[in-house]
């Protein structure tokens, strides 16, 4: 396929898929359930923490977790005591354990208290097409407080070289807005032609096979590499195509 024949087979796949039938099957439906800002903010965020292994054991555990705050999301955050956090210490996914979950609230609270909240601390950074750095700076900000080592592991560091595909995705949620319903579109305040693609072993696959993505490991530079080829598409809204290339993946094996 050729540059104009690639865009028009991507674009039909984001129509195809970039729809209220995707909800039910992906993390995105927890946010959804949500009307405060705040709520879904969170719940987007702790969603989006676990997003890695089986995809209906990611949504039956991110509604575990709504329920172990009371399906109130930012009040447990902003007014939990230590007995709710030993509350949640027999959560599991996979390796996300619920000491790492008390620790996520304690650093959410951080953010909400001390920096204006996720919104704020995601636009502070931000650069010209590039959320990388924000990401960055969040996790900095995120641990600043007292916590486990072990806990940092559960955000990714694009300074690091990682892809950091569950925050990248999580933005996504958050920033894009369009009329289809799926992204929630809640922050104002970054611009959608800042995004990155949620690269995972999907995404990556795919978009190797129709040759937008040359490097084969999925790290940072790969992510450059398909941010570059995605923007060459769409310069204001380059993550749409993430529906496309997730799709092909996972729906389609292709």
């Given at each position: 396929?050729n540059q104009k024949?690639?865009?028009?087979?991507?674009?039909?796949?984001?129509?195809?898929?970039?729809?209220?039938?995707?909800?039910?099957?992906?993390?995105v439906q927890i946010?959804?359930?949500?009307?405060?800002?705040?709520?879904?903010?969170?719940?987007?965020?702790?969603?989006?923490?676990?997003?890695?292994?089986?995809?209906?054991?990611?949504?039956?555990?991110?509604?575990?977790?709504?329920?172990?705050?009371?399906?109130?999301?930012?009040?447990?955050?902003?007014?939990?005591?230590?007995?709710?956090?030993?509350?949640?210490?027999?959560?599991?996914?996979?390796?996300?354990?619920?000491?790492?979950?008390?620790?996520?609230?304690?650093?959410?609270?951080?953010?909400?208290?001390?920096?204006?909240?996720?919104?704020?601390?995601?636009?502070?950074?931000?650069?010209?097409?590039?959320?990388?750095?924000?990401?960055?700076?969040?996790?900095?900000?995120?641990?600043?407080?007292?916590?486990?080592?072990?806990?940092?592991?559960?955000?990714?560091?694009?300074?690091?070289?990682?892809?950091?595909?569950?925050?990248?995705?999580?933005?996504?949620?958050?920033?894009?807005?369009?009329?289809?319903?799926?992204?929630?579109?809640?922050?104002?305040?970054?611009s959608p032609a800042?995004?990155?693609?949620?690269?995972?072993?999907?995404?990556?696959?795919?978009?190797?096979?129709?040759?937008?993505?040359?490097?084969?490991?999925?790290?940072?530079?790969?992510?450059?590499?398909?941010?570059?080829?995605?923007?060459?598409?769409?310069?204001?809204?380059?993550?749409?195509?993430?529906?496309?290339?997730?799709?092909?993946?996972?729906?389609?094996?292709?």
């Amino acid at each position: 396929m050729n540059q104009k024949e690639l865009k028009e087979f991507l674009d039909e796949k984001v129509i195809q898929y970039n729809n209220q039938d995707f909800i039910e099957s992906d993390p995105v439906q927890i946010p959804h359930l949500f009307t405060l800002k705040e709520d879904i903010e969170i719940a987007g965020f702790l969603s989006a923490s676990i997003a890695w292994g089986n995809r209906k054991m990611i949504i039956k555990n991110a509604h575990k977790m709504m329920e172990l705050m009371g399906n109130t999301p930012y009040d447990f955050v902003m007014s939990h005591s230590e007995e709710n956090l030993a509350d949640l210490e027999n959560f599991v996914h996979r390796t996300f354990n619920g000491k790492d979950f008390g620790g996520f609230i304690k650093g959410l609270q951080h953010i909400y208290k001390n920096h204006n909240g996720l919104e704020a601390v995601f636009a502070k950074n931000q650069e010209n097409n590039s959320l990388q750095k924000s990401i960055s700076e969040f996790k900095k900000i995120f641990f600043e407080i007292d916590h486990l080592a072990r806990t940092q592991k559960h955000i990714s560091d694009p300074m690091n070289n990682s892809a950091a595909k569950r925050i990248n995705m999580y933005l996504r949620w958050m920033v894009r807005q369009d009329a289809k319903g799926v992204d929630l579109g809640i922050w104002k305040s970054i611009s959608p032609a800042a995004l990155s693609c949620p690269l995972d072993v999907h995404s990556g696959n795919v978009a190797r096979k129709l040759d937008i993505l040359k490097r084969k490991q999925n790290d940072a530079k790969a992510l450059a590499e398909l941010d570059k080829k995605l923007r060459e598409m769409d310069a204001l809204d380059p993550v749409k195509y993430d529906f496309a290339l997730f799709g092909l993946g996972v729906f389609e094996g292709f």
